[in-house]
């Protein structure tokens, strides 16, 4: 792990996968770490990818941890531009990413009206959705996602036990290391809407990237598969959803990490219709 100098910010910054193999950025969920996924993205490195993976969101040691949703996008189009600028990825390198950073992945479909070209790929999974569940619902419930994990509920138990031992008191601690804003970060992401998306756009459909989303049916926070598809072709042209109906959390691909990495190769590579 190294630092991503951000608009003046250092920005810890994990990269797995050789120099020469081919670039992809992975965008973590809130309250996790890139490292917390380190079993999925070894296995996207054991496919021939080399990960770049800023830790962004609930860093409570930046500045201005983001406090909504487009402070979330803001910081990751940032992040994007510092890796193009320091020379570990090009414009149009794929962009994967989970929960809120499955929605941020998203986007960054609009970063063709700005500096640099859209990325060629982007493919989210379990992605942020509109959803009307209290605060203190989505709290209850990531509890209940964990017990799932070591129970063996969500998939594979030992590995969901190896991520919890590894991870789990990062997560809690990135939940309330700062109570106040997290718990105002949590409502502004109950409150994303595909409209707002779409003005973030600024009403211009992109013809380019191929926006492709992985949903566990089981999701513990989001539900709504049919919206999201909905929502997403006010924005991509090329956009489709593939539902996996036997994962039921949330977070699958922490015990599913070689499904993960199958799934994500076979988006990446595949051609649009």
């Not at 994967?96 to 970063?111: D, E, F, R």
């Not at 031992?165 to 809690?172: D, I, N």
């Not at 992401?189 to 990237?209: I, K």
Request: charged share 20%.
């Amino acid at each position: 792990m190294h630092a991503l100098n951000v608009r003046g910010e250092a920005i810890a910054h994990t990269s797995l996968g050789s120099s020469d193999a081919r670039p992809l950025v992975f965008l973590h969920g809130y309250a996790r770490h890139p490292l917390d996924y380190r079993l999925g993205l070894e296995a996207l490195v054991a496919c021939g990818w080399r990960v770049e993976a800023p830790f962004l969101f609930a860093n409570h040691r930046l500045r201005r941890p983001p406090k909504s949703f487009w402070d979330c996008a803001a910081l990751g189009w940032r992040a994007r531009e510092a890796l193009i600028a320091a020379g570990r990825i090009d414009a149009t390198t794929p962009v994967v990413g989970h929960s809120t950073g499955g929605a941020v992945a998203l986007a960054l479909g609009a970063a063709g009206g700005g500096q640099h070209a859209a990325p060629s790929h982007i493919v989210a999974v379990n992605p942020v959705q509109p959803s009307r569940r209290r605060v203190l619902t989505f709290i209850l419930r990531s509890g209940w996602m964990n017990t799932k994990l070591a129970c063996g509920l969500a998939g594979d138990g030992r590995i969901g036990r190896q991520v919890l031992r590894e991870s789990g008191a990062r997560f809690y601690a990135n939940w309330f290391r700062d109570p106040c804003r997290g718990l105002a970060l949590i409502e502004g992401l109950r409150g994303y809407r595909y409209d707002a998306l779409a003005r973030w756009f600024s009403g211009e459909v992109n013809p380019t990237t191929q926006a492709r989303v992985l949903y566990g049916r089981g999701d513990e926070f989001y539900g709504d598969v049919q919206g999201l598809e909905d929502g997403l072709t006010r924005v991509f042209r090329d956009v489709a959803v593939r539902e996996l109906s036997d994962e039921n959390s949330h977070e699958w691909l922490l015990v599913r990490p070689q499904r993960f990495a199958d799934e994500v190769e076979a988006l990446l590579l595949s051609k649009a219709a």
